[in-house]
């Protein structure tokens, strides 16, 4: 039986090792929330109590994790990182949001010790994880692709190859810091409209219905009509971090980035006020609060 090991066991890394137990395949766990763990093992995961021990028992590893650095500590560590401790032939499915350099800078790594590290970034959230319909972006080699497909598979509805090593990340990064962008307008529209006369929700009604329409809308739109800012589809802590990814990406490729800024400061307004662990859709009340 295909061993699966799944590093980061929150939200979205829990949904998809449920999915792969349900696939049938030994799933094996690691995280520093001993609760996370446990409820995976109920659900018949088998726990790790060290990332050296699943490393070496594995044949395929997705990580879940919350930023680049973190990926790069457990993936690269001399003391006790996991591309050390795996057997040559064996996979690294990365389904974190990262740095594209830091993804090609692992790619490099993982190639020289005879594993496969493929850039793996999601769309879907954590109904999508539950569920098996994540959109996954791929880059990495092209040459093994059907060897991870049915992992992916797993997990996953849309799967699309977007080239060599770090163009899951690109793409992803481009993703964010648009669906980032329209959340933003959205709600600055939305206070307009409120403020000049008309109820928000009267808007959100024509906006789909027209050319305004927009997938944002229906998975963040619903929490700024009802202020339901604690249902997390994504943390607007994490969204920051993604605009930030993208604009490094951005200035990498020397783009201008006049169009993204006021997106860029304003999610970082309201992490500074504390409205991290909110959804990205609290950011029409960081607005509301400048109002």
Not at 105 to 123: M, N, R, T
Not at 142 to 156: C, K, M, N, T
Not at 275 to 291: F, H, M, Q, T
């Amino acid at each position: 039986m295909t061993t699966v090991g799944v590093i980061g066991c929150g939200l979205m890394g829990s949904g998809m090792a449920k999915n792969l137990i349900k696939h049938h395949y030994n799933v094996m766990v690691y995280d520093i929330n001993e609760e996370a763990v446990k409820k995976l093992v109920n659900e018949g995961a088998t726990p790790a109590s060290a990332l050296e021990e699943l490393a070496g028992q594995v044949d395929f590893v997705i990580l879940s994790l919350t930023s680049p650095d973190v990926v790069k500590e457990i993936v690269l560590n001399e003391e006790t990182g996991i591309l050390f401790r795996m057997k040559q032939g064996t996979f690294i499915l990365d389904m974190s949001t990262n740095d594209v350099n830091i993804t090609r800078q692992i790619h490099q790594k993982a190639q020289e010790k005879g594993v496969e590290f493929y850039d793996c970034p999601l769309s879907g959230g954590p109904d999508g994880a539950n569920n098996g319909t994540l959109t996954i972006m791929i880059g990495g080699s092209e040459e093994r692709l059907d060897e991870i497909l049915p992992v992916l598979q797993a997990i996953g509805k849309h799967i699309e190859y977007l080239g060599e090593s770090g163009a899951g990340q690109i793409v992803k990064l481009c993703h964010n810091m648009v669906v980032g962008g329209v959340i933003s307008l959205l709600s600055e529209a939305f206070l307009t409209s409120e403020k000049a006369g008309v109820p928000k929700e009267k808007l959100a009604s024509i906006l789909q219905k027209g050319s305004g329409q927009t997938r944002a809308m229906d998975v963040f739109g619903v929490n700024i009509l009802d202020h339901t800012f604690d249902n997390v589809k994504f943390s607007l802590a994490n969204m920051t971090k993604d605009i930030h990814l993208y604009r490094n990406l951005a200035e990498d490729n020397q783009i201008a980035t006049f169009v993204s800024d006021s997106t860029h400061q304003l999610f970082h307004l309201g992490k500074n006020k504390g409205k991290g662990n909110l959804d990205s859709s609290a950011i029409y009340k960081v607005l509301k609060e400048i109002v």
